[in-house]
């Protein structure tokens, strides 16, 4: 599957601002960037840095008035995609050191909070059948609803509100995952049926030793998701972060399977 | 400044589970572990894993029943140590990309909501002044009360109640640190003259290029200190992670200086 | 059915200290207070004033030092108790006016957060078989847990948590009551097989014009409780609320049916 | 000081809906409706209840469809006025059984929560000085923001945040006077210079045995304002509140001092 990818944005800074983008597509085994350009407006400063757990890059800026971004690419996704709900989970004790952050409470995904609620809803089922449960249950009783929720919206007044966007969806999911002492961890992608078209986040799960994409709005499937970068949540995938004011003037993203 | 550590837990675990330990002090540059002995109550399996940001380890275990942990260490404190109120922050821009974990908001330190009090309260001094200004302000408007919090309090409950612990006192100094674009980070140490005696957790921020350990209770120095581990808040960093029920029968820590 | 109820409490006020007190059984067409004696220890000021929605009266003290206060009564309960889930709502457009305050979010009974909850849930129910389904729900889903939830916590945690003590399920039950917009409200009780004996709390619900006590612990029947007092939520019906430091020495109930 | 007031609300409701209105000026002694005029589209039911505390009137309504509402009136303000500084406050223990409910927590008002707060902030004044100092300090340290806040903000997040509307100036005020043990109440009212008009909100303290108004925004004074009715905060106060799907098409506000 091939994925041709724009995203436009246009921010205005009323103060010299330091800002941090990460909107490209990563360049990791499973996916192949086939070309790539990203055209950013004058800066005071460029540099690029590793994203979280070294997967995609971020890019620091210092700008001050209009700041437009235009990125295109062409990507083709070569990961191996199968039914999640055979695989088995890693038992805790026998997880390699790097996925333990993804197994412990974050900003968005406070798991220690439900506990119980993960072992008596889905106590049955393990592993990946426990994951796939998971999936069912957030799809049966969450209403996907753009305006419901906002920045400062975490997994549990989503769980209390049953409502909310791709993010809000993949809180829970994670949250509930590793309710279940799964490794879970956020993953800002580009999709091409998501409705409406924006930048789609989801979840991944760490399942027979490898990590699985899983989206619990039903948007998106795993061979035509591009990754852009990974986190605990949504605090460390924002496309956009600002130290200083900001004015969102335009944001364009569309995604076409070719 | 040396260090000789004594730690002893005993817990029961009445199934079979997954345990994760994080006491020792860790085997960083700023310290010297002369000699250091762990003995652990037989269990079903063993492993060590690197701590959070690969400093310090982990221990998985898995056991049923009874554990106990005797951990002691001789550890010399190498740090070097000053004021750090004459320090400069780096700008966000030039951060390096491994520090940018710890400018963002996490499980127990939502940065994003304190913006606007950082802001006015702090908002005529910068970097090592800053801190040093948000760490004054902690010593003198928060009270040090034992029971007041407990697993699940964050910075904002803090915030809002004016006191707790160790950990909450770390917790608020973190999130003012970093809603100020400071990299600030949760560190589990050892020291001499926390009253009364048990592990301690302290704020570590990014100032000048380097990590500086910063105690607002005023119980602990930074040349006093072995590290433990660290991470973005308490969710890292706790010295005993289970999944499944489990039961502290003791837990003894003595720190003396040599 | 007759109580026999005897109530004690010893605190101590360091400071001149302003309190209110609330545990005599309510003087109500519903319940025949046969015989009452309450005994407190010398204060500065004894005031009584009517209880929340003028059911039950409330006691002001000026107290410092050691306050005792007991308290004996002998209750019979007229109350007709019958099966609410045949009984239908009052549409909110009938409501007389003195139950709408009862509709409204309070302290811990945030219902504007649990309406799509309700509505999912409940949603082919209506009125009595609404609240009786209510009530099923709660006692399949939570744990009756001391030492799970503290004087702070409100329904929604407890919502998440799934896990409290008789105040946290009557909060539970009344929040998702209001949101099925019935009235409901908070009613502190003596009942006499409440494990481990203490004061007691349910909610009561409004159908068919008439209130309806419904314990969702399942520990005590509408026939056997006497009423103390009510409102909105716990806030409203604490036994003992104090202005300024107090120190609790002993706390003991009894409560028998005869 | 004479008020001349219209309002007009529009909403459609897709489905039949029970709706809570009070928007009318309360009939109290402190103001004379000299006269007024109530305008409602076409509804299924129409029925007058008491408002809170006896406090004007809530109106009933069932509605499918387009709901209009035109309210005009000119009321007359006779409240006495004065500098609320030198006030006493009632102590507790000699407080009328009615004020209790305006002492303890609510549901955007969790004074429970700040009482460390208060007394470290406020510790060295009482009764109507802390009143006003309270208020002052609110006016220094919030910014009025609109949007910055929704309709599940509360208190506490204001406190954090600290920006928000009049609805958020006045619960965070009337959760300190509480926490001050003050009893404190939200009435919404008209007021002229309120900027953009709109209905408005504000504090009333209980001082000297009397009820006083107090604006944290600055944009009322109490002279000029016209009571529709009180309530322990936004909860109990809102113009509309229906159960069922609504839509709002329009709401403008005009108040002029004539």
């Known amino acids: 599957m091939k ?6 944005l246009e921010y205005f800074f009323p103060m010299p601002s330091d800002v941090l983008l990460q909107l ?6 499973e996916q192949t960037v086939e070309s790539a350009h990203i055209a950013i407006s004058p800066t005071d400063h ?14 620091w800026l210092r700008v001050q008035g209009q700041l437009s971004v235009d990125y295109t690419a062409t990507v083709e996704i070569n990961r191996l995609c199968g039914d999640i709900s055979a695989l088995s989970a890693v038992p805790p ?3 390699p050191g790097e996925t333990v952050e993804y197994l412990l409470p974050s900003r968005y995904c406070p798991s220690d909070q439900l506990l119980n609620f993960a072992e008596a809803q889905f106590g049955g089922t393990a592993g990946g059948a426990r994951v796939a449960a ?4 957030i799809k049966t009783h969450f209403a996907y609803m753009p305006g419901a ?21 993949a809180h829970v999911m994670i949250t509930l995952v590793r309710a279940s002492a799964i490794p879970a961890r956020f993953v800002s992608v580009y999709a091409p049926h998501v409705e409406p078209q ?3 986040a989801v979840a991944e799960v760490f399942l027979g030793g490898v990590w699985h994409l899983v989206d619990a709005t039903g948007m998106a499937t795993s061979e035509e998701m591009a990754k852009i970068g990974v986190g605990r949540d949504a ?3 924002s496309f956009l972060t600002s130290y200083g004011q900001s004015q969102l003037n335009r944001q364009a993203v569309t995604v076409r399977s070719v």
Request: glycine share 6%; aromatic share 8%; with cysteine.
């Open 3 to 8: 994925l041709e990818i724009q995203a436009a």
């Open 24 to 29: 490209e597509a990563a360049i990791i085994p």
């Open 46 to 59: 460029f540099a690029r840095v590793q994203g979280h757990d070294t997967i995609g890059e971020r890019i």
């Open 93 to 95: 004790h026998l997880l």
């Open 134 to 137: 998971i999936c069912d249950w």
């Open 149 to 169: 929720s906002n920045a400062a919206t975490g997994a549990l007044e989503t769980f209390v509100m049953r409502q909310g966007v791709c993010r809000d969806f």
């Open 198 to 200: 924006d930048f789609h």
């Open 235 to 237: 605090a460390d995938t």
